[in-house]
């Protein structure tokens, strides 16, 4: 079956410390990857996302992303975390040969918390 | 540009009632998707719309359905409600039919609570 990972339910940062929220994934064939940000009582807000290229991807607010095709991991980093970074983050994954039936499959969000 | 708008924010419902929410994607996006999100269970996809058809479902029962006008806006149908239907109801536009790679903008979700 196909899903993706989040493992941590909650990462803690201490603000201007680098942050990681992990993101692993299993779908056949190639994948789309994205991130999203929720603020509380918000929507998601897209981050960024991987069609192909660069296996590094940088997106809004200064984060980025590290695909690894290897590990089957889609990585969102950030070198220097603010406490307005908190917020709940999700990975999503949609099978490259999905053509026009696009389904993204979420994972079940991390929580960070980015302390003064 | 605008965002997407979603209305109304709140409602409150009582069990067996039904409800209509409301979406206006961004200007010139022609898809619509419609998700379910709790606490536990994450985003829950409910179904896409793409030039006022259905393009894909999710699993949920048919209580649940939705619909696309010529303009791109949708609405989506909750009838005869249950407790387990509360939750944020996120609508997310993309410019075009649904492909894999296309992105997904958000609204601010209505928050839905049956009582």
């Known amino acids: 079956a196909q899903s993706v990972a989040q493992p941590e339910d909650q990462v803690n940062v201490a603000e201007g410390n680098p942050l990681t929220v992990k993101c692993t994934y299993s779908v056949s064939g190639n994948p789309y990857l994205f991130w999203y940000v929720q603020y509380p009582n918000r929507g998601l807000q897209f981050l960024l996302k991987y069609i192909t290229g660069d296996n590094l991807v940088k997106g809004s607010y200064g984060f980025e992303a590290e695909f690894n095709k290897s590990q089957t991991s889609f990585h969102l980093k950030k070198p220097s975390a603010l406490v307005s970074d908190s917020a709940l983050y999700f990975c999503?994954?949609?099978?490259?040969?999905?053509?026009?039936?696009?389904?993204?499959?979420w994972g079940l969000g991390t929580s960070l918390a980015v302390n003064p | 540009k605008a965002g997407v708008t979603q209305t109304p924010r709140y409602l409150i419902k009582t069990r067996g009632q039904q409800v209509t929410l409301s979406c206006s994607p961004i200007s010139g996006h022609r898809s619509v998707s419609w998700y379910q999100q709790t606490p536990g269970q994450g985003l829950q996809f409910l179904f896409e719309y793409f030039s006022e058809t259905q393009r894909n479902k999710g699993n949920f029962p048919g209580r649940f359905s939705g619909r696309q006008f010529s303009n791109s806006r949708s609405e989506m149908n909750v009838s005869t409600l249950e407790l387990g239907d509360s939750a944020l109801y996120l609508c997310a536009s993309s410019r075009t039919s649904g492909g894999a790679e296309d992105t997904q903008y958000f609204g601010p979700g209505t928050r839905l609570t049956v009582l």
């Open positions: 999503a994954v949609s099978p490259a040969n999905a053509g026009n039936n696009r389904k993204l499959i």
